[in-house]
């Protein structure tokens, strides 16, 4: 066999390749989503990955989450989230710090209680999250940022912003003011041509 087995799809380019995808998928989104988690169409989920939310959690279309990365957070993340591997999306309020005379590890839930607002994340459209990158509950990444390997986001980010570091500050924008909602116009169109499509 001559078939080039380089980058994206190469399974799809052996005998049998697609339906070995397809069900490598499938098998990999029952053994790692839990809890009140909803995702959309054309996810793809590296080895390793954990997602959990205890209230609610929406995943939006064609989303890549990287190897070894946990989402364990409500909230809601928007089309064409790209991370790389060891992300981190979780809570900053999921174990009661301060119930006197109870150790933490036996304290108050996130699942035992109502949300609260700094339970949830709101990430928006064409994010990249990089490698072992940290993002607490509680923040909102607008659409187009790109957070830098490593950096740990503990506040609001911006639309098309680059931000590094711990904490993560902006470094950078993707596009120009007159770019960006160009840039908002064409993702919206290209997520409507593949809903029309029914692309999986």
């Known amino acids: 066999m001559n078939a080039r087995l380089e980058g994206r799809g190469r399974l799809e380019s052996l005998p049998m390749g697609r339906s070995i995808d ?8 029952r053994l790692a989503i839990r809890g009140a988690v909803t995702v959309g169409r054309d996810l793809r989920l590296g080895a390793g990955v954990s997602v959990w939310a205890a209230h609610g959690l929406t995943i939006g279309e064609c989303c890549a989450i990287g190897r070894r990365s946990t989402i364990h957070v409500d909230g809601v993340i928007g089309d064409f989230l790209m991370t790389g591997p060891g992300v981190s999306i979780v ?23 109502d949300p609260i607002a700094g339970d949830a994340v709101t990430i928006g459209d064409d994010v990249w999250i990089g490698a072992a990158a940290v993002v607490l509950g509680g923040v909102s990444i607008g659409t187009g940022v790109v957070v830098g390997a490593g950096s740990v986001v503990v506040h609001d980010v911006a639309e098309f912003d680059v931000v590094v570091g711990n904490p993560a500050r902006k470094v950078g924008e993707r596009f120009s003011a007159d770019q960006g909602p160009e840039h908002k116009r064409m993702i919206r169109e290209l997520t409507e041509t593949r809903a029309s499509r029914g692309r999986r």
């Open 22 to 29: 397809r069900l490598w998928r499938r098998t990999n989104e």
């Open 91 to 113: 809570g900053r309020n999921d174990h009661a710090i301060n119930q006197v005379g109870r150790p933490m590890l036996f304290g108050k839930w996130v699942g035992d209680r």
